[in-house]
């Protein structure tokens, strides 16, 4: 049987990455991912509170299962196992970009974004947004993202500050063919 999903695979530190789309067999190991980055990772920058409010310990599969099953979401696999995945909506809205911990800079954010640009043009999106961490807005910005707006935000009774972010993919476009 000939595999209908469209994947992109890249060479990083020696280690064959695929980027695919995500199936609903994804959701228990990107939903358990998510957890861990939220809570090994984003925890440097956020207090305890924030943590288990933007994590908790029991995940609602059922509203995780119909956010990804909406929207254009991507799965980095790698070692056979999902080393991280993004979402990207229609309006292009970038969200739930995540990465294994233990892959956490090797590439898999960057190879996650890249896919996301290559689809949003395929889209004709040319402006990608995002809400970004105070803990991922560094990644963000190497990958040429702005801040347009530091912003609080709520969830579930707790504020968190964070980033409304873009990148004009047309601006890049047109840097490109001006060289």
């Known amino acids: 049987m000939q ?19 995500y199936t609903p067999t994804d959701l228990e190991a990107a939903v358990s991912l998510f957890s861990r980055a ?8 956020y207090s305890t509170d924030q943590v288990s409010a933007w994590a908790p310990e029991r995940p609602d599969l059922a509203a995780w299962a119909r956010r990804l ?6 799965v980095c696999e790698r070692n056979a196992g ?25 590439g898999v954010a960057r190879a996650l974004i890249h896919r996301v640009v290559s689809w949003a043009l395929g889209q004709g999106i040319h402006r990608l947004h ?3 961490s105070i803990t991922a807005r ?3 910005e190497s990958v040429g993202f702005r801040v347009a707006t530091d912003q609080l935000v709520e969830r579930r009774g707790v504020l968190f ?12 476009s047109r840097l490109a063919a001006g060289r």
Request: hydrophobic share 40%; proline share 3%; glycine share 6%.
């Open 38 to 45: 939220v809570r090994e990772i984003a925890s440097r920058d």
């Open 82 to 106: 999902i080393a991280g995945f993004v979402r990207i909506d229609g309006t292009g809205c970038v969200e739930l970009l995540y990465v294994d911990p233990q892959v956490q800079r090797q």
């Open 138 to 140: 560094p990644f963000f």
């Open 161 to 172: 500050r964070n980033f409304r972010m873009e990148r004009d993919i047309n601006a890049e």
């Open 69 to 74: 099953e909406t929207g254009a979401v991507f």
């Open 3 to 21: 595999c209908r999903r469209q994947a992109t695979f890249a060479v990083q530190r020696r280690r064959v990455v695929m980027i695919r789309e």
């Open 130 to 132: 995002s809400e970004v």
